[in-house]
């Protein structure tokens, strides 16, 4: 059995569209906020800081914490379009742009890339929402009972 990787010729179009939605995904992608960091700097790793990680989002804009229709979460993403859209267009108008690119294996790292992220988030959303549920902390009542008492021991070993 033997894989075959063709290749496509790209249109000047489809590789503008690629560009911007690799610099799109890779501005959404990549936490640079530089108070994620510091929290993060404090010398203890948790598992809160990896859910940090997780599930960071970009954030021109301060988001609101209450609830009712609040736009910030569209303008980030709007913001995050333009600066994808300037940078694509500057890719273009670059030397780097002009160069014959590979266009298919920046397509997989695009690919890659979002994978992982999305990978990621779900794998530790799902975890910090597992274990409390699994695993709850113990109650007054249990950790005032005796241990045999608890498990029924006495009555099984007589």
């Known amino acids: 059995m033997s894989t075959s990787i063709t290749t ?3 249109t000047p179009s ?5 560009r911007l ?3 799109f995904f890779v501005i959404l992608s990549i936490p640079y906020d530089l108070h994620l960091f510091r929290s993060l700097s404090s ?3 948790s598992f809160e800081n990896l859910f940090q990680i997780a599930t960071y989002r970009t954030s021109f804009i301060p988001e609101s914490l209450y609830a009712g229709i609040h736009l910030e979460g569209y303008l980030n993403w709007l913001i995050a379009l333009v600066l994808a859209i300037l940078g694509a267009y500057l890719w273009d108008k670059s030397r780097y742009g002009k160069l014959q690119a590979d266009h298919d294996q920046l397509y997989y790292w695009l690919r890659v890339l979002l994978r992982y992220r999305l990978a990621l988030a779900v794998i530790i959303t799902g975890i910090a929402k597992l274990v409390p549920i699994q ?3 113990p109650t007054l009542s249990d950790l005032h009972e005796v241990g045999s008492e608890a498990l029924n021991i006495s009555s099984t070993l007589l």
């Open 8 to 10: 496509q010729n790209w």
């Open 14 to 18: 489809q590789i503008f569209i690629l």
């Open 21 to 23: 939605v690799f610099i």
């Open 43 to 45: 010398g203890f790793f």
């Open 135 to 137: 695993i709850p902390d």
